[in-house]
Nanobody
Framework: QVQLVESGGGLVPPGGSLRLSCKAS????????IGWFRQSPGNEREFIAG??????????HYADSVKGRFTVSRDNAEKTAYLQMNGLKAEDTAVYYC???????????????????WGQGTQVTVSS
């Protein structure tokens, strides 16, 4: 079965950086779209970034709130996706999740309910 395992979260001061990893197993990784989402207490899960699979030309997509600060990438040989986060702010504090789906269409990329597979999440806390 498909499994996704996030890592790399932690406590970082404002302005700092973190790189999250999403290690996948049980799937033909290069054919899957990968999304990054986050959820903070009392808020809905929100789309942060996505990188499409081979059918989508590995195109990258970002939420306006993180554009220019976060970078999504993937290493198909390692079956791992990454989220490089720079210039972190207090409002970036949340649990971060990666998701995978093979047949998601572009217009559904930002909708959590459209993704089939999820990791367990990793906590990111931005605080001095």
């Amino acid at each position: 079965q498909v499994q996704l395992v996030e890592s790399g979260g932690g406590l970082v001061p404002p302005g700092g950086s973190l790189r999250l990893s999403c290690k996948a197993s049980g799937l033909t990784f290069n054919t899957y779209h990968i999304g990054w989402f986050r959820q903070s207490p009392g808020n809905e899960r929100e789309f942060i970034a996505g990188i499409r699979g081979s059918s989508g030309g590995y195109s990258k997509h970002y939420a306006d709130s993180v554009k220019g600060r976060f970078t999504v990438s993937r290493d198909n040989a390692e079956k791992t996706a990454y989220l490089q986060m720079n210039g972190l702010k207090a409002e970036d504090t949340a649990v971060y999740y990666c998701a995978a789906d093979r047949q998601l269409i572009l217009s559904s990329l930002r909708t959590p309910s459209q993704w089939d597979h999820w990791g367990q999440g990793t906590q990111v806390t931005v605080s001095s």
